[in-house]
Nanobody
Framework: QVQLMESGGDSVQAGGSLRLSCAAS????????MGWFRQAPGKEREGVSA????????FYADSVKGRFTISRDNAKNTLYLQMNSLKPEDTAMYYC?????????????????????WGQGTQVTVSS
């Protein structure tokens, strides 16, 4: 049973940084994607960043390119999202997610409906 637990959310001022963590358990294969998604009040959930665990390839939404960095510590089975130069529009609940093994990403790695497993979320609030 795959379980994901996020941490690291906080309230920061614009221009600040945060690092989100996602502790994963129940993984038997690295042939899958893991990603970060976010949902702001009144908006749909959107993909922020993803990585294919086996290759380490990374993907970013245009809105966070150059500011956010996704990484994974395989030894700790933990996914990270380093967020720099935060903006008020980054305020959202951030979710960690993982696909099933061998999932085909027909609509790209930031398509939320391709992800089977989700964490509970961690809140990020950026004030101006």
């Amino acid at each position: 049973q795959v379980q994901l637990m996020e941490s690291g959310g906080d309230s920061v001022q614009a221009g600040g940084s945060l690092r989100l963590s996602c502790a994963a358990s129940g993984f038997a294969s690295t042939s899958r994607f893991m990603g970060w998604f976010r949902q702001a009040p009144g908006k749909e959930r959107e993909g922020v960043s993803a990585t294919y665990i086996q290759s380490g390839n990374t993907f970013y939404a245009d809105s966070v390119k150059g500011r956010f960095t996704i990484s994974r510590d395989n030894a700790k089975n933990t996914l990270y999202l380093q967020m720099n130069s935060l903006k008020p529009e980054d305020t959202a609940m951030y979710y960690c997610a993982a696909t099933s093994v061998g999932r085909t990403m027909l609509n790209g790695p930031l398509e939320q409906f391709a992800y089977n497993y989700w964490g509970q979320g961690t809140q990020v609030t950026v004030s101006s």
